[in-house]
């Protein structure tokens, strides 16, 4: 049964992950033996993707899907493999290439080509879009953390992936996600956004930093928005999440009432904040207002600002 929640870009995945058999080697193995079974591919980051037109997404794309054990070959063991999940009784598995050279030339030759996630994630359906995030997200936790944290030896995949283990003092090591509180701040009826140098010119979004330890979602937000733009949040309410693999955050999605509209920015983090009337948020989300841009479709920002924008 689908969740009555507002799904962001990279959220639904519709696999059941059946963390029950990652721990059974002799059924993954099984599994990826199976003329049924499917695989999916992800190079430096990038999913194989294959056209797949719509008339209400001509440019749409869909996933290349290979066997399961072209997968495996690819793979050359458990390493870059990942067993992730059914789709119904079909299991499908990817494989992580770090190879040099691409190997939609090589021994993918035909079967499709690799894009960048971020820029065909809207291309394509949803679901397909939170499968190859998750991939994307657990290869890059598997190449930032080889090595086991207690000891310094170098740890092995286990449970389709899901899992490292410590061969030398015997560690378990899981997938990490960093947790982020993005929050729209508003005041009466004007919403705050900020903007950093490093941005296109005109962009403006909404504030975020990293939740620390120790404190509460609501704690973090509150915290960001004293540091970044000097404001005072005086009541904070839940949005949404979105799972960004780059590399491996959750995004948790605020909308925080503000005691005063004045705010400073930081200069640190943000060079510039600018408060919009809602109608100016409605039309920036538009894109209507002349100078000034908001995050694309696929941000959980764009997502805050036009829900508060549309609220009254």
Known sequence: MALDVFLNTFAGNPLDRASDRRAK??????????????????????????????????HGLQIAYLPAKLVGELAGGPERLLFMGLWKDTAVFAVDLEDVANPADGPLQGFGKFEDLRSVALRLPSTEAAIVATAKQMFEWRR??????????????QEGGWKRKCPSCEAEHFPRTDPVVIMLAYHADRCLLGRQERWPPGMFSALAGFLEPGESIEEACARELSEEAGLRARKVRYHSTQPWPYPSSLMIGLIAEVEDDPGQPDL??????????????????????????????????HQLIKAWAEEG
Not at 34 to 52: K, M, R, T, Y
Not at 144 to 157: D, I, K, L, M, N
Not at 270 to 297: M, N, Q
């Open 25 to 58: 080697p002799e059924w993954i193995a099984e599994q990826l033996a199976s003329p049924d079974s499917l695989g999916i591919a992800i190079w430096n980051g990038q999913p194989f993707v294959e056209p797949a037109p719509t008339p209400e997404n001509p």
């Open 144 to 157: 930032r953390h080889p090595h086991c944290a207690v000891c310094g030896q170098r740890t092995e995949a």
């Open 268 to 301: 640190a983090e943000l060079s510039e904040i600018r408060w919009f009337t809602r109608a100016e948020a409605r039309d920036l989300i538009a894109g209507k207002l002349e100078g000034v841009a908001a995050p694309g479709k696929l941000a959980i920002a």
